[in-house]
């Protein structure tokens, strides 16, 4: 059993909206092959991830994040205990999004203990394959970060949720 | 009702559907009695595929109709193939039929175990959402994720992904899977046959409203199997034609409230023959014979009979669907044999001179129609792509009429049997016919990505 997991999702063609997915192919790159440490690219239906992180201690989504005004800014939430903030993750009209679903795993008794959410404020979610410059700087950042985190036992403090890191 | 809200005109509108895929609304304008306007208006943007087709090679059309939506992508890479193969008058083997039966069987078991658990369901609980519904039955909406997941396990498998697959090809598949992959599937398919005949016992137990539908029903039927991939285009009314022959027969037409096109019949002889329905209701009605035995069986056993004209117990159909999805992908799984390494798949071999291709297949929406003119070297020429959510919005608006005018007698009638009882507000009334439009407008499961897939564009130049 992994004791961290770590999920980049996103769509790799919609520009900004790749960053999780950007993330999360360097993260792996930079980790390598451990044990205790799974990293995924999730293009599927956010409504399986309760699947995948089935078992898992401790998960880390990384996911683009609607335009703030301050695009490249990075929030963390502690989405098992607060649902995550609508202003930052609308519903889908498309397919079910993922507040919702951490909703519905909460019910269903598939939350894992400890989920954190990354959000990287995205700026341009227009079909294309290129980051915002702001928004690929953050990805050093939130890369630095995570990695500090596993560093520290996988130990995320209550002043880091609310800390803006960018 | 008094009279004076008699003479009051009343506007009853949802801004934004809820449990339906993509970006639509509601209005309906009641005077008194009497329904003066209902409205499905689609918002969703146009996207301009058919457009988008122009001067690509045919070998591109299964990848990029595929696109069209996230849901029924193998229905779109299915017609796209089939209009392709026939413009190439190319034969198809029955390992690779088989194939995309099985790729179609996943679809169906994942679309409709979505729609009738996340989208439909809840309408019938009264709950708000399939997170308050899974309060309410966390193990039923378990088994109905893991159900639904089976479906996306073969279309990952056999598509390549499971959004957007990426495996299917003119004449047949990029890559064909090994047993060893596939047979693993068989204990989630046994599983999941038997949870379905469960859920469909609960599914029977919900309360449906009273309606029956007056339309003609329009779906695939095969001389031997129930319709996926082939068959001819049949109606409960006596249509009956190749599906080279479609467009002969429907038409499309833009209305001024929606960015999506409504398909009618169009009117010969009988001039009342227009709306018509396509999906589940249409496919049962007119292919109940070729179920199993077992589906068959299950389908007798939930109260259904050989037809069914109550868009409400679509929720039955869909499970009854799945059933025979699940009962079919066991069959084929069971009997796959990988073929060799030197099995032929036909090479495309252009036409030299122009040529069209049509194909019709049963998304699980209903009747998704493809037509394609091909030109030198396999350019597409133009395409016409007919979607199950657009052939459906007629019958959608004229269900919702006889629901409002029914709706608005009834209130009456009980207003005037309780003189001495505080009237139920107008305002109550109207939330609860607002809730029941909202809820048929889900029976037909609407893909509104699908609908607005197309839109004409002509450039003036000053």
Known sequence: MNSIMIIGIGQIYRSDDGIGLIVAERLRSLLGHREDICVLNYQGDLIHLMELWSGTSMV?????????????????????????????????????????????????????????????????????????????KSSDVLISRIRQIIENGNRITHEQLTTTFS | MNQESQKKTRIIHVDTLTRVEGEGRLLIKIKGLDVEEVKLNIFEPPRFFEALLRN?????????????????????????????????????????KDLRRLLYCGEWIESHVLHMIMLHAPDFLGVKDIIQMSKLYPQKVKDCLRLKKTGNALMGLLGGREIHPINVKIGGFYKFPSESELIPLLQDLLWAREAMVELLQWFATFRFPEYHQKCELVALVHPKEYPMNEGRIKSNRGLDIAVQDYEQYFQEEQRPHST???????AKENANRTSYAVGPLARYTLNFDKLSDFVKEQALKIGLGQTCDNPFKSILIRGIEVLQSLEEALVIVDRYRRPPLNFHQNPIQYQLSPTIGHGATE?????????????????????????????????????????????L????????ERPQVEIESLQNQDEELRRLCEWAIRNYDPCISCATHFLNIRVERL
């Not at chain 1, 951490?102 to 979610?125: M, Q, R």
């Not at chain 2, 999506?260 to 169009?266: C, F, G, H, I, K």
């Not at chain 2, 998304?363 to 395409?383: D, S």
Request: with cysteine; proline share 6%; hydrophobic share 35%.
């Open chain 2, 260 to 266: 999506a096109l409504y398909s009618t019949l169009r």
């Open chain 2, 56 to 96: 690509r090679s045919l070998e591109e059309a299964p990848d990029i109709t595929s696109r069209i939506c996230g849901i029924c992508p193998i229905a779109y890479q299915m017609s796209s193939v089939q209009a392709m193969e026939r413009a190439l008058q190319m034969q198809i083997s029955p390992e690779v």
């Open chain 1, 60 to 136: 880390i989504l990384i996911d683009s994040i609607q335009p703030q005004g301050r695009p490249g800014s990075i929030a963390l939430f502690a989405a098992h205990e607060r649902s995550l903030p609508t202003i930052c993750w609308q519903t889908s009209t498309h397919s079910t999004g993922l507040s919702e679903v951490i909703e519905l795993a909460k019910v269903l008794g598939n939350c894992p203990p400890a989920l954190y959410v990354f959000g990287i404020e995205g700026k341009n979610f227009q079909i294309g394959d290129t980051l915002t410059s702001s928004v690929a």
């Open chain 2, 363 to 407: 998304a699980p929406r209903g009747l998704l129609y493809h037509r394609y003119n091909i030109g030198e070297k396999g350019k597409i020429l133009e395409a016409k792509i007919i979607p199950p959510t657009s052939q459906n919005q007629s019958i959608i608006e004229e269900d919702l009429l006889e629901l409002t005018k029914s709706h």
């Open chain 2, 409 to 416: 007698l009834k209130k009456n009638q009980e207003n005037w």
